[in-house]
């Protein structure tokens, strides 16, 4: 039976919640519908990023000292704005919608100590919006020993059936940080690769008060630092083989040092894509094609950037095959809470190392 399901994403870019309406069973995608996004405020992000400061040494899933509750209460009343936009723009009811996934904006994500924390409060969420919700996604697979991210790639591979192409295909997601899902007839392996746009989106702020590399403008008129590129390279996180995953604080002591704003973007985003551009020989085959989505997909320094270190491989955003390259991890979510309903897994073993197929998700009712 196919579910309308409704996915909710606020990534570790901190830049607003996404929205997306689709038709699933939780196998196949009949129809892909419209999608929606809430900014945050700068006092928002501001308190989100204090958030994530805070939540560096968090001891408990379940804890919110300091400014955790307040982050928490804000995560979900601007999920909770965000639906009540997004139904009152498509005339939607509440009662069209079978499922929400709620992902909620992750504070730490430690799997080596199978600890995973996404604040937002799915059972205050659940009765705002009079809506099932399924939450809390990752838990199980941290709790089983895999590595808790990414989530995507059963999502990725159900879009990617649509394509008539020769594989391998591998969909490169740019949030805050990147992550790969390898398609191969039945194989299905993903990892994250490093950070997408953690890095720069902070550079960007500090020296410039911009919230990112528009088109990758900025990164357009600097020169590539590949001395400190191959430095930041043997982090021994590049060499590991997949299934792995990391936390976008994982790179916060790597300093640029005194650099011109513009080749500072320029070095960030070629560590971008030299990193995703490292996994290839971890993978079993070599890509024939890469889809790039996420917000990575519009910053056209970055997608040349991929198309030099991928090479003779094609590379292209999402949206030129008619993905909506911005709400597909949205989307993911929907797509995961009509599995999770179902009971089918949301991990295996290699995307995210868990020893067997693992479902995961808990609901919260109206």
């Known amino acids: 039976m196919m579910l309308t399901a409704l996915g909710l994403m606020s990534g570790t870019s901190l830049d607003g919640v996404d929205v997306a309406l689709i038709e699933t069973d939780g196998r196949r995608v009949s129809a892909l519908g ?12 501001s308190l989100l990023r204090q958030a994530l400061y805070e939540a560096v040494d968090l001891p408990d899933r379940a804890a919110r000292p300091g400014c955790l509750l307040e982050a928490e209460r804000t995560v979900t009343s601007a999920h909770a704005e965000a639906v009540a936009a997004f139904t009152a723009q498509h005339r939607l009811a509440f009662e069209d919608i079978d499922i929400v996934g709620f992902h909620g904006q992750t504070v730490l994500h430690r799997p080596e100590r199978k600890l995973t924390v996404q ?33 995507v790639p059963v999502y990725h591979r159900a879009l990617a059936q649509s394509l008539e192409r020769e594989g391998p295909i591998v969909v490169v997601n740019i949030g805050g940080v990147a992550n790969i899902t390898y398609i191969d007839g039945d194989t299905l392996i993903a990892c994250d690769t490093g950070p997408g746009n953690a890095l720069l989106d902070d550079h960007m702020f500090r020296l410039l008060n911009q919230r990112f590399d528009t088109e990758g403008r900025t990164a357009a008129m600097g020169k590539v630092d590949a001395a400190w590129i191959s430095r930041a390279l043997a982090m021994p996180f590049f060499a590991l083989p997949p299934p792995k995953s990391l936390d976008r604080n994982d790179f916060a002591g790597l300093k640029l040092g005194e650099m011109a704003p513009e080749d500072g973007a320029a070095t960030l985003t070629a560590f971008t894509a030299a990193a995703i551009a490292r996994v290839v020989p ?62 089918l897994p949301l991990s295996y073993p290699d995307t995210t190392g868990v020893p067997f197929p693992m479902t995961g998700g808990i609901i919260a009712r109206p």
């Open 34 to 45: 419209p999608s929606g996004y809430r900014p945050y405020t700068e006092t928002e992000r």
């Open 119 to 151: 604040i937002g409060d799915a059972n205050a969420l659940a009765k705002a919006i009079h809506i099932p919700v399924m939450y809390d996604f990752r838990a199980a697979d941290v709790e089983a020993g895999g590595q808790g991210a990414p989530f």
């Open 282 to 343: 971890l993978l079993p085959r070599e890509p024939k094609s890469w889809i790039v989505a996420g917000g990575g997909a519009r910053n056209l320094t970055m997608l040349r950037m991929l198309r030099e270190c991928l090479q003779p491989a094609t590379v292209q955003a999402a949206d030129a095959l008619g993905w909506a390259s911005d709400a597909i991890e949205a989307q993911a979510f929907g797509f995961l809470a009509a599995r999770g309903l179902k009971g």
